[in-house]
């Protein structure tokens, strides 16, 4: 029996784009590797553009406030002292934030929102190759690990909603090294003994890495630390727990933020990943799409992740339901999808760039804080940009980095 549409992986992106369809009256299969829900180096600080994005899926206000824990603005610290905050368009009120998720809710409760759409979602079924037959013809998915019924299926589409190593891209041939190769992020929770009212997420930047940490639901917050290639000896002399303890040992309180969590109790294994980027040279093709990070992540510093997993369901959503209800070609539905994602994220992707050439020159970085630090019209937008609130265009305009790097 060939299946209409297979998505393989469910994490945020691959349950949003089962329920889309399910819920347009397609046959969908997800196909999940992990048995059950369990902690992975990803993301949790978003902006409200997420949680936007989280009510058009279906997510009502009253569980959106049990996963999803406000936060004022992120505060970026550099290694010389220098800090500015960006709100992501708050003004205060906190009618709008941007939150710190608990991702051990949102993931298991996406893939719930999938299966209750109708979607038929196999946990514990890892794919282990995707192969096209013949054009026009099903692709054959193979499959392994416990609850995996047959060692092959079928399926008419597929769709890559396997992270960053997807296994979709790689078996298309269109998956490439990351840009930045050598980076390696651990990331966990610990502890908040002082989790009440809102506070901060603050960004520190340190020598060739830096390290977030994000209040989030349940009394926690989350550390997440993206270090660089000259961090490689220390990692393997210090082994991960060691040296993330003694990274955020080093974080100092401040007026606003005491830091008591620094001692919390750990909630969570310090997961990792290593490289962190994914590159694809094309996001779709003749009855195939990637979605999410499968379909190419830079680096969590900008922290569009889960914003741009939940938007590209949606894109290919479209372009899937066009293309089963024969209304697009495969080549055009593919086309479609691609043009979708380049106009939504084509000028970001520069934008984070960008920042990433910032961030691998200390001094450019210390001299482009500065002038955020005391400079509010530059500061907005970058904030809004960054939170993709405005279009990421205005964050490339040559007026806009006049008012920023002018001296
Ligand atoms: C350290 C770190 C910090 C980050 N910080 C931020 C941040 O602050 N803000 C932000 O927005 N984003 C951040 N991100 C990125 C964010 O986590 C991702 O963009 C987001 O999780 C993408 O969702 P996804 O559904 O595409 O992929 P994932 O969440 O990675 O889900 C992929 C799913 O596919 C499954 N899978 C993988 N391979 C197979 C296979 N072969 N067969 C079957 N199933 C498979 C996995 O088990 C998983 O469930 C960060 C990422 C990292 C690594």
């Avoid at 180096?41 to 999803?68: E, K, N, Q, W, Y």
């Avoid at 741009?308 to 495969?330: F, H, N, P």
Wanted: hydrophobic share 45%.
């Amino acid at each position: 029996m060939t299946i209409d549409v297979a998505i393989v992986g469910g994490g945020p992106a691959g349950a949003a784009l089962a329920t889309y369809l399910a819920r347009g009256g397609r046959e969908v299969v997800v196909l999940e590797r992990a048995p059950e829900y369990r902690w992975r180096a990803g993301g949790v600080f978003t902006s409200p553009a997420t949680v936007a994005a989280l009510r058009r899926l279906g997510l009502a206000d009253d569980v959106l406030g049990t996963i999803a824990r406000p936060v004022p603005a992120m505060r970026v610290e550099t290694p010389r002292g220098v800090t500015f905050r960006l709100t992501y368009g708050d003004d205060g009120s906190l009618a709008a934030p941007a939150v710190g998720l608990d991702r051990a809710i949102l993931d298991p409760m996406l893939l719930e929102l999938a299966s209750e759409a109708g979607a038929d979602v196999r946990r514990g079924v890892t794919v282990t190759r995707v192969v096209p037959t013949a054009a026009g013809r099903p692709f054959e998915i193979g499959l392994s690990g416990p609850a995996a019924d047959g060692r092959t299926e079928l399926a008419r589409v597929v769709v890559g909603a396997d992270g960053i190593r997807s296994q979709v891209a790689q078996s298309l041939g269109v998956a490439r090294p990351a840009r930045f190769i050598a980076r390696t992020a651990l990331t966990y929770h610990l502890a908040d003994p002082a989790p009440d009212g809102p506070r901060d997420a603050r960004m520190r930047i340190l020598q060739d890495g830096y390290v977030g940490v994000a209040p989030v639901p349940r009394g926690r917050v989350n550390v997440g630390i993206v270090l660089g290639r000259t961090w490689r000896s220390a990692l393997h002399a210090e082994g991960a727990a060691e040296l993330v303890a003694r990274i955020v040992r080093a974080i100092p309180a401040t007026r606003d933020d005491p830091a008591t969590w620094r001692t919390g109790e750990l909630c969570d294994a310090v997961v990792g990943a290593a490289p962190v980027g994914h590159r694809v040279t094309r996001r779709a093709g003749p009855d195939w799409f990637l979605v999410g990070d499968a379909a190419g992540f830079l680096d969590p510093f900008t922290g569009e992740g889960i914003h741009r997993a939940l938007v590209s369901a949606e894109l290919a959503a479209d372009a899937v339901d066009g293309l089963l209800a024969g209304r697009r070609s495969a080549a055009r539905a593919a086309q479609a999808y691609e043009d979708a994602m380049r106009a939504r994220f084509r000028a970001k992707d520069w934008v984070s760039l960008l920042v990433q050439a910032f961030l691998g020159r200390p001094a450019l970085f210390e001299y482009a804080a500065r002038r955020l630090a005391v400079r509010p019209g530059p500061r907005e937008t970058m904030g809004l940009v960054m939170g993709d609130l405005i279009r990421a265009e205005r964050g490339l305009d040559p007026r806009f980095l006049a008012a920023l790097l002018a001296p």
